[in-house]
C-alpha cells in the first residue's frame, strides 16, 4: 500500500546549497506531478512528466529541474537553493490525463532556505 | 485557463457544529475533486464530483457540484476535532490539462 513516497519529510538548506527531492511510485502511473504550497496560494504545479523520458514545465518552474528515467521514479532537483524555495512540496502521480482521474499524492517535504 | 475560489479562507468552529466550504469555478466544472490536507501529511482524496446536481457522502461529510457546474459545497455535520486541516477542492479542466487547485480552507474545531 505505498502509492507515493516521498524523502525526506523535512529539509533545511542554507543559500546557495543544491538537493534533490526524491518522489517515487509504485502503482505504474503514466503522469507524474510536482508541486509546491505556499501559505494561502494553494498548490502550483512546477514541472510534470507523462511518461518515462517525457517531462515539461508548469506555472513556476524556475529554479527546478526533473528528470524521469523510470515510470517509478521523478525526482525534483534544486540547484542553487533561494528563500524563495521555502515551501512544501508535494509528488502526485495519476493513471492519465482524464477528467475523471484522480491525483494521488505523497506525504510532502518541508524545505527551508536560510 | 480556469481558476478556482475558495470561500471562507479560514474557519473555526466549536465541536458539534455544522459547516460549509465553498469551491467556485471560473469555467463549467467537469469534475471536482475535494481533498483533505492534515499538517505533515499529504493530500487525502475525499470524493469526486461529475454530474450536476451530483451529492456525495462520507461520514459526516457532504459534497455537492450545483446544477449549472461551475459551484460545489463541502459540509461537514457535527463537527469533530479530526475534521480539522486544509481542504481543497481541485479540478481539471479538460482532457489532458493538468489539475488546478483552489487556495485551500483552513479549518479548526475547537473541543
Known amino acids: 500500500n505505498a502509492g507515493v513516497t516521498q524523502t525526506p519529510k523535512f529539509r533545511i538548506l542554507k543559500i546557495g546549497q543544491s538537493m534533490t527531492l526524491q518522489c517515487t511510485q509504485d502503482?505504474?502511473?503514466?503522469?507524474m506531478y510536482w508541486y509546491r504550497q505556499d501559505p494561502g496560494m494553494g498548490l502550483k504545479l512546477i514541472y510534470y512528466s507523462v511518461g518515462a523520458g517525457i517531462t515539461d514545465k508548469g506555472e513556476v518552474p524556475n529554479g527546478y529541474n526533473v528528470s524521469r528515467s523510470t515510470t517509478e521514479d521523478f525526482p525534483l532537483r534544486l540547484e542553487l537553493a533561494a528563500p524563495s524555495q521555502t515551501s512544501v512540496y508535494f509528488c502526485?502521480?495519476?493513471?492519465?490525463?482524464?477528467?475523471?482521474?484522480?491525483?494521488?499524492f505523497g506525504s510532502g517535504t518541508q524545505l527551508s532556505v536560510l | 485557463s480556469q481558476e478556482l475560489e475558495q470561500s471562507p479562507q479560514s474557519l473555526i468552529v466549536q465541536e458539534g457544529k455544522n459547516l460549509t466550504i465553498n469551491c467556485t469555478s471560473s469555467k463549467t466544472l467537469y469534475g471536482l475533486y475535494w481533498y483533505k490536507q492534515k499538517y505533515g501529511e499529504g493530500l487525502i482524496f475525499l470524493m469526486m464530483?461529475?454530474?450536476?446536481?451530483e451529492e456525495k457522502s462520507h461520514e459526516k461529510i457532504t459534497a455537492k457540484l450545483d446544477e449549472k457546474k461551475q459551484q460545489s459545497s463541502l459540509h461537514i455535520t457535527a463537527s469533530q476535532p479530526s475534521h480539522a486541516g486544509i481542504y481543497l477542492c481541485g479540478a481539471r479542466p479538460d482532457y489532458g490539462q493538468n489539475f488546478v487547485f483552489g487556495p485551500g480552507t483552513r479549518l479548526s474545531v475547537l473541543p
Open positions: 502503482m505504474n502511473h503514466n503522469y
Open positions: 464530483l461529475q454530474k450536476g446536481g
Open positions: 502526485a502521480s495519476s493513471a492519465s490525463a482524464a477528467r475523471n482521474e484522480k491525483l494521488f
